[in-house]
């Protein structure tokens, strides 16, 4: 009895050294090792990150994962998905469970300062939004004076939506579930009259509602939100990666290299071209992966305007079109302006 | 002699061994502690998070559905502490108590000699033991907000509603009580004393002469029937505010939120059946002879329940009742389901993910439920000693 004692407890021991080891710094040799991206996504945004009937993941976020995955193996498929609510993601990130997190997550200064977290750049520049029915007769979100209001609990939606009731000088009944089907759920069921969240969510979500024409985006946007992927802040390199993986995919946009003509595009003879694909130049080492990185990036996943308009365009069930709008090129006049790969 | 020296070595004592050993473990036990605590609070600085309770002083920035202190959101993520805090209580209190009426209930109905009550309280205990209480925490969420219809339906604009139903809830008027009121108060405490008081006394009565006094009714009288008396002669004095719908809500008044009602059902219901259980284990586990014989003395079956068998049912029915409560306190923190705000869903919910910092916020959750949880055992063996039967 005491012999068994006395094992169990240096075994135990001898875990919590091997704890105290510290947590392995190189997440790039991890995931090389691992051969895979353990990426952390929503539980199911239609766009962004959402299952099909068979368990495969697809979206704006699921493809810089796949993005990233090409740049390190060479092949878009070594991904695994963690699904993660707005409460646990961060933690997910900190503590190890995943390599990455591409969850249409808000780039703000506590996150970025606090957390202990980095983040790499803005996939989606987003603004939270209302959704309410159209037979309320609302046309404004200044009228919403007393109304009850839906959202997804832990997230800047609730803070934004208190400060614009604030101040506005309006009351409100906030109501805040766990997860977001359970928001969608209450708000068809008319718990609350407004549902709020980022536009591209009230999009996405729209689509999930019984009668999605029933119900109308009003034209307030309130808060900026910023949407981008983020990694833990103690490693430069992969942090890097994954900074030059989402310029990568902007700057094919910017030269006009598709996943169509980007095998044509490999012997062009402009300099900026043979940088990307990797033919001249060794940008590559710095971040660890091989020349063809960026030629992997583009040929099996795509430019981000390819991505863009396969997930959430105008010809999608979100019809979030582009033109015109902060998300298009900065040569057009929107916000998606990546620095130069040299 | 040389022999015998060796042989009383220190080593071989088996006080000094004892010693021995238990300081070795405990300062293996306050290293291991002490290099958890070292590890964690490295890596947090390697990696930037911040450490410590000052958060506790920062803004909250968001508001809460429900709350039985006054609560903006301009306040301090400690009062969004305090505001979890009471929800959670207020969940856990009346659900024990309600739990424990139809617990006690559902026990005794399955004991009945009735075929068809003791049939219906079988179901109802197997229904609601067996399936998982999220799963029952939804359904009556959907089941208590489905059929309630919109407040636009019901209620007409600029109206002044003092009682109404809606899917947002039960709404009554808010209600202010003005000084005279404080005439009912003492007239309830008194009544309470009193009640008290003539308990005592006729048990002695009855002791002594035999003759019972209808202690149960004199008490309703004296502490409800008097201070109504009182309330309506000093003239009604509370002020009634009535609700007044706007827009799209009702604006005013009390309102409770059908999350709490869905909440309070499915614990209630669910613990309660597992109560049943016990109770009903425990009047079992009550010698028969007992039964028999108070029957045989010409006691009804009623008072022999009552008066013979449930108070040595009790020294059975207590433990487990108690491990039930505690059951029921930690479970309604599954109400973040709901939305209903409990000390889960917003301090370690809402707040948590806000300020980032979960080794503080988790750690005092775990003290509050642990705290919670031993008061609430440490009041249960307290009334266990005092209703143990010493028998002869």
Redesign the interface.
């Known amino acids: 009895m005491k012999k068994l004692f006395l094992s169990c ?1 240096s075994v ?2 001898m875990g ?2 091997a ?2 080891g ?2 392995e710094k190189g997440t790039l040799a991890a995931v090389k090792s691992k051969g895979h991206i353990q990426c952390g996504v929503s539980q199911g945004l239609p766009g962004f990150s959402n299952p099909d009937d068979q368990g495969n993941w697809s979206g704006l976020d699921v493809d810089f994962c796949r993005a990233m995955s090409a740049a390190v193996f060479g092949d878009a498929d070594k991904v695994k998905y963690t699904p993660l609510s ?2 646990a993601r ?2 997910a990130l ?1 503590s190890g469970e995943i390599d990455v997190l591409a969850r249409n997550t808000t780039w703000t200064m ?2 970025d ?4 977290l980095e983040f790499v750049g803005v996939n989606y520049y987003d603004g939270q939004g209302f959704m309410v029915r159209k037979d ?1 007769g609302v046309n404004s979100a200044m ?6 209001a ?1 959202t997804n ?3 800047t939606t ?2 934004n939506l ?2 614009f009731f ?1 101040a506005n000088g309006m ?9 977001a089907d ?1 928001v969608v759920a ?1 708000y068809d ?3 609350c ?1 407004v549902y709020t969240t980022d536009r591209s969510g009230l999009a996405a979500q729209r689509t999930k509602l019984s009668n999605p024409g029933d119900h109308k985006v009003l034209p307030e946007i309130i808060s900026k939100e910023p949407l981008g992927p983020v990694v ?3 490693d430069a390199q992969w942090a890097d990666l994954a900074r030059w993986t989402l310029n990568a995919m902007i700057n094919a946009e910017e030269m006009g290299i598709n996943s169509g003509n980007v095998d044509s595009k490999r012997n062009d003879s402009n300099p900026a071209v043979k940088r990307l694909m990797g033919t001249e130049g060794n940008l590559h080492e710095a971040v660890g992966v091989n020349n063809d990185w960026a030629y992997n990036i583009v040929k099996q996943v795509g430019n981000y305007g390819e991505v863009y308009e396969r997930h959430v365009g105008a010809n999608t069930p979100l019809q979030l079109g582009r033109g015109g709008t902060v998300n298009d090129l900065w040569t057009n006049g929107g916000l998606i302006y990546a620095p130069p790969l040299r | 002699m040389a022999e015998r020296a060796s042989a009383t070595s220190v080593l071989n004592n088996p006080q000094f061994r004892a010693i021995l050993y238990q300081l070795i473990m405990a300062s293996l036990l306050i290293y291991l502690g002490w290099s958890i605590v070292e590890n964690t609070i490295a890596n947090m600085e390697e990696r930037g998070i911040r450490a410590g309770f000052g958060f506790l002083q920062e803004t909250a920035g968001f508001s809460i559905t429900m709350s039985l202190v006054p609560y903006e959101p301009g306040d301090t993520y400690g009062r969004v502490f305090v505001v979890g805090l009471l929800n959670t209580l207020l969940v856990a209190g009346v659900g024990v108590v309600l739990a424990t009426l139809v617990g006690f209930l559902v026990g005794v109905m399955r004991l009945s000699q009735n075929w068809v009550v003791s049939h219906l309280a079988n179901i109802y205990v197997e229904i609601f033991r067996n399936i998982p209480l999220l799963l029952q925490i939804l359904f009556w969420y959907t089941a208590v907000l489905k059929p309630l219809p919109g407040p636009r339906q019901v209620f007409e604009r600029n109206t002044e509603i003092y009682f109404g139903i809606s899917n947002r809830g039960i709404t009554g008027p808010e209600f202010i009580l003005l000084d005279a009121f404080s005439f009912t108060t003492w007239t309830a405490l008194l009544g309470i004393l009193f009640t008290i008081g003539i308990h005592r006394w006729a048990k002695r009565r009855q002791a002594t002469t035999g003759e019972q006094f209808p202690v149960f009714f004199a008490g309703l009288g004296l502490i409800i029937g008097l201070p109504i008396l009182v309330f309506l002669l000093s003239g009604a004095p509370v002020e009634f505010i009535p609700a007044k719908m706007g827009r799209f809500n009702l604006a005013g008044g009390i309102t409770i939120i059908p999350e709490f009602l869905a909440i309070l059902l499915s614990l209630v219901l669910y613990t309660a059946s597992f109560i049943a259980e016990i109770v009903r284990a425990g009047i079992q586990a009550v010698n028969y002879g007992q039964t028999e014989a108070s029957r045989a003395l010409g006691l009804r079956h009623g008072i022999t329940l009552r008066l013979v068998v449930i108070p040595q049912a009790m020294r059975i029915i207590i433990p487990p009742l108690t491990s039930q409560y505690l059951n029921l306190t930690k479970n309604s923190s599954l109400a973040a389901a709901i939305a209903y705000p409990d000390l889960i869903s917003t301090f370690a919910g809402t707040a948590l993910n806000q300020n980032g910092q979960a080794l503080e916020t988790l750690a005092i959750t775990m003290t509050v439920y642990l705290s919670l949880s031993l008061l609430t055992s440490a009041f249960m063996n307290w009334f266990n000693s005092r209703v143990a039967l010493v028998e002869r």
Request: glycine fraction near 12%.
């Open positions: 407890l135990a021991l919590g050294i704890m105290a510290g947590h707005a409460k961060f933690e900190r506590t996150r300062a606090t957390l202990g309320l009228e919403l004076d007393g109304a009850s839906c609990t832990g997230t609730e803070l208190t400060d604030r009351q409100f009944e906030l109501v805040a579930f766990e997860k359970e209450a069921a008319g718990r009259d833990r802040q103690d």
